[in-house]
């Protein structure tokens, strides 16, 4: 297991880099954004984030990547989402870092202000309890789009989630998992879908690998998915290839 040590050293020697998952709307086939996802290169190891975010989380190398991350989208994209219209990056935030009110000085910083309204706060449902950490999300009159991550799986019941101040609800990969057969749809997957369309979400389905797994998300209205049926996550020359093609 790596040590808190070993994160922050591995920042200080630049091994960590983002990779970009697209998101391909269901009614068109078109890519329209992609999730920002950091990786960690040490050595001859590529670390995946399960390895490491959980050591991070709830101490300042938790701001640390998170700042940093804002920082590498600005560097990776920040003149892809200023010249392409419809489009979104999704970043993951996590629920420590929410009301410090750093986020906004981190958009600054990095020259995203003005893109502000194509990027995307992805947080998990316990990090929706804090109402000011939620308010902090409004940089200077703006709103920026939030995602409630790992939906379903969370402690949140349905009364919680009614009144989360959301835009997008990513439906977790375990659920799309369980869908194997278009003519039997798990009654869960129903109803969280219905659920999220009742409060008025746009939806993601996440981890889609299969084309029956398509066929049953569209016929239940989600408007959009990622996963390797579509593509892997890419890095940032990659991503930007594949967005052209798909557009």
Known sequence: MKTLEQIKAGFN???????YMPTISLDDNLCVGAEALIRWQHGDEVISPDKFIPIAENTPVSGLMTYWAIE???????DWLRSNEDVHIGINIPPDVLGRGALEYAATKAGLMDVLDKLMLEITERGFADKQALDSLKFRGKTIMVAIDDYGTGDANMMQLSQMDADIIKLDKYFIDQIIDENTIPKIVKGLVAFAKAMDYEIIAEGVEFDTQVKVLKSLGVQMAQGWFYSKSLITEDFIKFHERNS
């Open 13 to 19: 020697n630049s091994e960590f880099f983002m990779e």
């Open 72 to 78: 590498q989208v600005a560097n990776d994209l920040g």
